[in-house]
């Protein structure tokens, strides 16, 4: 009964749709690549000709953030600066290496070493104190232009407060000119139409981190404990995590530069080789004359058995 009750649902996914249904590219169908976007991002004007357009891409995996300038080319793209969130315990922070303060320091970094590959670190120095006020690089008279990128998100969502503006904002304060708006950024206030750059500021330094370990602290001490055992363990407090940042600012716009991993050859692997070893002129002479005399021994002995 209940068969016959039932309304009437159109079948769209059916045999014609399927036949003229067009796979989407690979990198969109992964997550990876939004097209559209991207088709602006790397189309560069006609009177510039082979100049690259740069773009600073980031993006945010569970456990690492990556900020990298490249341009496009037809065999792909060429990355020219890279950095990771997981070179930030060089600088000093040891833990919570996704959150809106490791953003901001992976995005300046990226801006300093960029800079200084270029040589442009001594004439473009960014923002030295970081007060969460929005800041736009000037190119000064008579010396090389502020390097200009654009942001490439991917398909992450561009709500207010997101991290990846917070990649952007240590970019920009690192000293790199990236046309944007302050509307995306923490503190900004939308039906105030206003930015408040000090509870950007308090982000930056990851005091929000500070006042949850204090709330979870207060109401529950065995939850705090479980939480953020990492940072007991490594013995850091609220009141050293706005420090340990700004520590962190100073020690990246100091030393920006990569350093590579050192690979040690494990001692444990030993080569093994299976090639026949070649023989020597010595050793292929001394194996003819013992062939020759079994030779003749062979052929002398067949001789004694005829005669017998």
Same mark, same amino acid.
């Given at each position: 009964?209940? +068969? =016959? %009750? $039932?309304?009437?649902?159109?079948?769209?996914?059916?045999?014609?749709? =399927?036949? %003229?249904?067009?796979? !989407?590219?690979?990198?969109?169908?992964?997550?990876?690549?939004?097209?559209?976007?991207r088709?602006?991002?790397?189309?560069?004007?006609?009177?510039?000709?082979n100049?690259?357009k740069? %773009?600073?891409?980031?993006?945010?995996?569970?456990?690492?953030?990556?900020?990298?300038?490249?341009?496009?080319?037809?065999?792909?793209?060429?990355?020219?600066?890279?950095? +990771?969130?997981?070179?930030?315990?060089?600088?000093?922070?040891?833990?919570?290496?996704?959150?809106?303060?490791?953003?901001?320091?992976?995005?300046?970094?990226?801006?300093?070493?960029?800079l200084? !590959?270029?040589?442009? *670190?001594?004439?473009?120095?960014?923002?030295?104190?970081?007060t969460?006020?929005? +800041?736009?690089?000037?190119?000064?008279?008579?010396?090389?232009?502020? =390097?200009?990128?654009?942001?490439?998100?991917?398909?992450?969502?561009?709500?207010?407060?997101?991290?990846?503006?917070?990649?952007?904002?240590?970019?920009?304060?690192?000293?790199?000119?990236?046309?944007?708006? *302050?509307r995306?950024?923490?503190?900004?206030?939308?039906?105030?139409?206003k930015?408040?750059?000090?509870?950007?500021?308090?982000?930056?330094y990851?005091?929000?981190?500070?006042?949850?370990? !204090?709330?979870?602290?207060?109401?529950?001490?065995?939850?705090?404990e479980?939480? =953020?055992?990492?940072?007991?363990?490594?013995?850091?407090?609220?009141?050293?995590?706005?420090? $340990? +940042?700004?520590? #962190?600012?100073? #020690?990246?716009?100091?030393?920006?530069?990569?350093v590579?991993?050192?690979?040690?050859?494990?001692?444990?692997?030993?080569?093994? %080789?299976?090639?026949?070893r070649?023989?020597?002129?010595k050793?292929?002479?001394?194996?003819?004359?013992?062939?020759?005399?079994?030779?003749?021994?062979?052929?002398?002995?067949?001789?004694?058995? $005829?005669?017998?």
């Open positions: 009964l209940d +068969y =016959f %009750r $039932m309304g009437f649902v159109k079948v769209i996914k059916n045999k014609a749709y =399927f036949k %003229r249904y067009q796979v !989407k590219f690979r990198r969109r169908r992964q997550g990876k690549t939004d097209y559209h976007a088709r602006y991002l790397v189309v560069q004007d006609k009177n510039k000709y100049t690259p740069y %773009r600073l891409i980031v993006r945010i995996t569970n456990k690492d953030i990556v900020a990298q300038i490249a341009y496009a080319k037809i065999g792909g793209d060429v990355v020219v600066t890279a950095a +990771y969130s997981h070179e930030l315990p060089r600088y000093g922070i040891k833990l919570g290496l996704t959150n809106y303060a490791a953003a901001y320091c992976t995005g300046l970094l990226l801006a300093r070493r960029h200084k !590959k270029l040589k442009l *670190d001594g004439i473009y120095s960014g923002v030295n104190d970081v969460g006020e929005d +800041y736009n690089v000037e190119s000064e008279e008579g010396k090389p232009g502020a =390097f200009r990128c654009f942001l490439d998100v991917g398909l992450a969502r561009t709500t207010t407060g997101a991290r990846i503006f917070g990649i952007m904002k240590g970019a920009l304060d690192g000293g790199l000119d990236i046309p944007h708006s *302050d995306r950024f923490p503190g900004y206030d939308a039906s105030e139409k930015y408040d750059p000090e509870v950007h500021k308090e982000r930056i990851g005091q929000h981190v500070a006042n949850y370990m !204090k709330e979870l602290k207060e109401e529950n001490e065995e939850a705090y479980r939480q =953020f055992s990492a940072y007991i363990k490594e013995g850091i407090t609220p009141e050293q995590i706005p420090e $340990m +940042y700004k520590n #962190a600012h100073a #020690a990246i716009r100091a030393n920006p530069q990569h590579p991993k050192a690979k040690e050859p494990s001692a444990k692997i030993k080569k093994r %080789r299976w090639n026949k070649k023989l020597t002129a050793q292929r002479k001394a194996k003819i004359k013992q062939r020759k005399i079994a030779f003749q021994q062979q052929a002398k002995a067949a001789k004694q058995s $005829m005669e017998e």
